[in-house]
């Protein structure tokens, strides 16, 4: 194992990210047996709803310039557009904090759900701390500080799981969720901002208004273009919690958020950090000629290989696995985990692909199929919810159709892909 790492340093990257990560996820993995038995799923329901608003908001705080950072070849153009980024994530927040502050009456009556009206002042902290992190995190994948990166998801996932416990003995119900993700972002972003200062420092001296709106408007596409993409993406996991709290209560919510987080594990832990490096490669090669579909076929394909046993044994013991895993009463989110799973297993083969847009300056394109598809799960979920089909019909409908879709992704991005390369060589 070691010599295959030492051969490439591609292989290296993913190991020491995934390696971070694996130990990220297993932090909450672990607590979850002991978390799912102090908090309700009607708990879980409301947090959850919280994190999807955080989530949604937070992935276009910094207008998606983040995503520019690893762009330029010099160092004093690239932290200008870090400056760029954290500059909008600021104004951002603020702009929401006012606005909650100003109609907040409005907006607990339209939500018409109590128990989150609570956390509506949180949602700004949240939304800042997402932006400010990602700005940071793509600055350390430019840098190639991996060990603070995966320092940094190990931080957040263990300050998360560690003071939503603490605040679960003293009896904080989704409040305590709440807190307990704060935390745990602060911690995550202050380990990536600490390396910035300790290790950049020098570059401070590049910052200036000047160069500041000269990267904003050699990079101005990314806000254009994907903004609208990262919603889309988002609607496809996190806007699924506001579609189905519309038809179903909130303990139905919980159990279907738990059953998703779970499924969404391998993404998170082994998805994610192939992306990331594959991206940090691929936009190098491409601006070299490099034809980088091939290792891109070879990734998808080894990806499948190495998931389907896994797959097909979750299928059959997903309720048993739940049921004994986070208590009796969650046994229901491994009936949705099993129905859900064939989605999250197409998605999770071809999460790499979604890199190659941003590299080929295909956004538009990848755009459009990203609408098609939330269009396709909003129809699908809102049909079934009027029709009143119920959670395990609705559930089976959105996986199916979902799992389609990601297929006919992959074979359009490609074709996408083919395209760009042969018009450029």
Known sequence: MLEIIKKSEFTKNVFILTTGSSVAQLIPFAAEPVLSRMFTPAEFGVFEIYAAIVIILGSIASARYELAILLPKLENKAINVLGISLLIVITFSCAILFG?????????????????????????????????????????????????????????????????FLFGILKMPSFGLVLGQIVGQVMSTSVLILKFILSDRNKYIFFSRKNILKQAKIYSEFPKINIPIALTEMLQISGIV????????????????????????????????????????????????????????KIVKSLLLWTLPGFILFIFISPWLFGVFLG?????????????????????????????????????????????????????????????????????????TQAVFQVFMYVKIMSAYKIAYNNKN
């Open 100 to 164: 909650i502050l100003i109609a907040r009456p409005q907006i607990v009556n339209l939500i018409h759900n109590p128990e989150l009206a609570q956390f509506l002042l949180f949602i700004p902290l949240g939304v800042f701390l997402i932006g400010i992190n990602r700005g940071f995190l793509h600055w350390s994948l430019r840098s190639k500080y991996l060990k603070n990166i995966s320092l940094s998801r190990i931080s957040e996932s263990s300050g998360r799981a560690g003071f939503s």
């Open 242 to 297: 506001f579609i189905i709290s519309f038809f179903f209560d909130n303990t139905i919510v919980g159990e279907f958020s738990k059953a998703l987080r779970i499924l969404l594990i391998p993404l998170n832990l082994l998805g994610t950090s192939i992306s990331q490096v594959f991206y940090q490669k691929a936009t190098k090669d491409y601006s070299k000629g490099i034809d980088i579909s091939v290792n891109l076929k």
């Open 328 to 400: 009796e009463e969650w046994s229901v989110a491994g009936e949705y985990a099993r129905i859900l799973s064939f989605w999250i297993f197409f998605k999770f083969i071809i999460s790499p692909v979604a890199i190659i847009p941003l590299i080929v300056n295909k956004q538009r394109q990848y755009f459009v199929l990203n609408l098609i598809g939330n269009l396709l799960m909003v129809f699908t979920l809102a049909l079934s919810g009027m029709l009143m089909t119920g959670i395990f019909a609705t559930l089976l409908i959105l996986s199916a």
